[in-house]
């Protein structure tokens, strides 16, 4: 089955660019998509079909994929970012994978 | 926007049974797929499986076959996940998901359900 690869954490100061990054073999083949998690609260939707925004997510968020890494991005990071960031893709379209997880650390 | 309701938590004990239902607010709930997702305290996502759209068709995670059944009533705008012979690493708060089309994402999920497997 497909397996997608996160680095457990990323750390980054307010202000400056955090980029997720999500590995897989051939993933740039596939579409990924983001989800944010706060403690204590359901999943959002923040990218989808590799770099499209949904409605309310802010410009800040874009991703990108090529090759074998997909890469979440979030600029001007904020303190309401901390939170943990899941990829995910379809596996012969009848299987979900997500990813391990990173936690975002604001520091 | 859809919005999903989840129930509320259960206490099981091991070996029993737990029914989980999911109910959608607005129309044309026939017309998407729900998937199932869980985490496990501390844990990260883990899919568990979906039902259709329409007709109604199931595909389960390989680790779920056999033990997990998903159903819908579409007169009632309503998904079911119902895991069996529940074991204390059951434990975790279940999500159900609308799925956008086919192979698409999750755009709206459920607030979530604990589910805690315990003697």
């Known amino acids: 089955s497909f397996v997608l690869t996160q680095p457990p954490s990323v750390s980054v100061a307010p202000g400056k660019t955090a980029r997720i990054a999500c590995g897989g073999n051939?993933?740039?083949?596939?579409?990924v998509h983001w989800y944010q998690q706060r403690p204590g609260q359901a999943p959002v939707l923040v990218i989808k079909?590799?770099?499209d925004r949904p409605s309310g997510i802010p410009e800040r968020f874009s991703g990108s994929n090529s090759g074998n890494m997909a890469t979440l991005s979030i600029t001007r990071v904020e303190a309401g970012d901390e939170a943990d960031y899941y990829c995910q893709v379809w596996d012969n379209s009848r299987d979900v994978v997500f990813g391990g997880g990173t936690k975002l650390a604001v520091l | 926007q859809v919005q999903l309701m989840q129930s509320g938590a259960e206490a099981r004990k091991p070996g029993a049974s737990v029914k989980v239902s999911c109910k959608a607010s607005?129309?044309?709930?026939?017309?998407?797929?729900i998937a199932w997702v869980r985490q496990a305290p501390g844990q990260g996502l883990e899919w568990m499986g979906w039902?259709?759209?329409?007709?109604?068709?199931?595909n389960y995670a390989q680790k779920f076959q056999g033990r997990v059944t998903m159903t819908k009533d579409t007169s009632t705008s309503t998904a079911y996940m119902e895991l069996m012979s529940l074991r204390s690493d059951d434990t975790a708060v279940y999500y159900c998901?609308?799925?956008?089309?086919?192979?698409?994402?999750?755009?709206?999920w459920g607030q979530g359900t604990l589910v805690t497997v315990s003697s």
């Open positions: 607005g129309s044309m709930f026939v017309s998407y797929a």
């Open positions: 051939n993933i740039g083949t596939k579409s």
């Open positions: 079909y590799d770099s």
């Open positions: 039902i259709s759209a329409y007709v109604g068709n199931t």
């Open positions: 998901a609308k799925v956008v089309g086919s192979g698409g994402n999750f755009d709206s």
